[in-house]
């Protein structure tokens, strides 16, 4: 018989994007993988792998799974799911298509301990629950998985070393924050590269040697779930992704147009059922999205979450 659960889920605390870093000593700062973020539920050797939004991915990722197993207490884990280059770079698109096309270092980076043996440590001060997992990682040695390393202080400094990098950001904690499962402003996430989360709403027709499709049209939520159309995503596609996307999309072919705002496109409509992340230069004063590149789908995200990321004040 299995040992009994314990806990088999907890709602990922979120970081809030900011527009500028800074230096202040009561707070860490993190790389930001460009990967999936994951929490391992560990029941004495029996490991639950999941996405942020309760996706279980044991089967997605096996190896990672063999070096949890090796751990026979009762832990949580929070962290990120990255597949990085031989420069030590994360590729979205490599760990998206990691099953299939294996390529990289595959590594879970594990950046905050939530639970451990019969404690909940979602009170302590974040410094206390970080230097405990480093402890125990350490002491465990596993294969695979890594302890997310940060400094104090130095967040200017820092985000121009992610910068000349080609990183995607950095994230800032406060030091003595607590566990919340919600967006904070204990922890924010500055970013060198504009990304954006969005619902996939029709495609148009390929041109050119193009197939299968033109470019996606593309949208997000507003609060009042509505489906506001932000750009159309003409870039970052190969021969397999335009396949593979089309395969995806075909199925979810409808008649009307799913967008609120009803862009004047002649165009494909599909349900708003897929979420991808896109890469772009700024935004334009009609809010939409100049020079769109598609990153990668996100199985990890619900559509009606996916709303305009726009800086917050610290």
Not at 13 to 18: H, Q
Not at 90 to 106: C, D, M, R, T, V
Request: hydrophobic share 35%.
């Amino acid at each position: 018989m299995p040992p009994r659960k314990v806990l088999n889920f907890i709602s990922p605390m979120l970081a809030t994007l900011i527009k500028q870093p800074f230096d202040d000593e009561n707070w860490i700062f993190e790389i930001k993988f460009d990967g999936y973020r994951a929490l391992a539920f560990i029941n004495h050797k029996h490991v639950q792998l999941k996405s942020r939004n309760n996706q279980l991915w044991n089967t997605k990722f096996p190896s990672i799974i063999a070096s949890l197993e090796k751990i026979d207490s009762q832990v949580i884990f929070d962290g990120e799911l990255v597949v990085l280059d031989t420069k030590g770079k994360s590729h979205f698109q490599w760990i998206q298509n990691y099953q299939k096309e294996p390529k990289g270092a595959l590594y879970y980076y594990v950046f905050d301990l939530l639970y451990k043996d019969g404690k909940d440590l979602r009170e302590l001060p974040l410094i206390e629950r970080k230097a405990l997992l480093e402890k125990y990682l350490k002491k465990l040695a596993l294969p695979q998985v890594r302890f997310s390393q940060h400094l104090f202080g130095k967040g200017k400094a820092f985000f121009k070393q992610a910068a000349k990098a080609h990183l995607e950001g950095i994230i800032g904690k406060r030091a003595l924050s607590t566990y919340q499962s919600r967006r904070s402003l204990d922890w924010v996430k500055i970013k060198n590269i504009l990304r954006q989360e969005v619902v996939i709403g029709g495609f148009t027709k390929p041109r050119g040697s193009r197939t299968k499709f033109g470019a996606l049209l593309v949208g997000v939520y507003n609060n009042q779930e509505e489906l506001n159309f932000i750009g159309r995503v003409g870039g970052g596609f190969d021969t397999a992704v335009l396949e593979e996307m089309y395969h995806k999309l075909k199925p979810l072919i409808q008649k009307n147009n799913p967008f609120k705002n009803h862009p004047k496109i002649s165009a494909t409509w599909v349900k708003p059922q897929l979420v991808c992340e896109v890469s772009f230069t700024e935004w334009t004063q009609n809010n939409n999205m100049r020079h769109p590149i598609f990153q990668g789908l996100r199985t990890d995200k619900r559509p009606k979450d996916v709303k305009k990321e726009t800086p917050k004040r610290r």
